[in-house]
């Protein structure tokens, strides 16, 4: 079964498409987005209807947080894929690399793709489709 982590891209699409690339994930696996993720869709939230609308959509998804414990694991994952895709990676896309990358989850994004992929290690898709097995 596969693993995603959803980035903010895919988790505004759902909430205005009913073909979401979202919709696609949780069919083919778990979906997890991290708690950055969800601060950025809350954002756009211009009313309480919005933040509940929101809300529910969250719930079909696990929001990972982030705490102490992952700070020198996603610097040393980083700094190496920074080393080895020579070049600077911003503070965002740490904590979700970082939590993609200890979670060993795929990053799923439209949007990011290519920055993700021109990225030395990172896990990313633009589909959520499974390849079957022979």
């Known amino acids: 079964m596969k693993q995603f982590l959803i980035e903010t891209d895919v988790l505004g699409e759902y ?43 969250l719930s079909v998804v696990r929001v990972l947080g982030f705490n102490y414990r992952y700070a020198e694991q996603f610097a040393l994952i980083i700094k190496e894929i920074e080393e080895k895709s020579d070049t600077e990676i911003t503070q965002r896309e740490t904590l979700i690399i970082g939590m993609a990358k200890t979670s060993k989850l795929t990053i799923l994004t439209r949007e990011y793709y290519e920055r993700y992929k021109s990225l030395y290690g990172v896990d990313v898709a633009s589909e959520a489709v499974t390849v079957p097995s022979e």
């Not at 696996?29 to 950055?36: I, L, N, S």
Request: with cysteine.
């Open 15 to 57: 909430l205005v498409s009913r073909n979401s690339l979202l919709r696609t994930a949780l069919l083919e696996g778990v979906c997890y987005t991290t708690m950055y993720n969800a601060l950025e869709i809350f954002r756009l939230a211009k009313n309480e209807a919005e933040r509940e609308v929101l809300k529910n959509m």
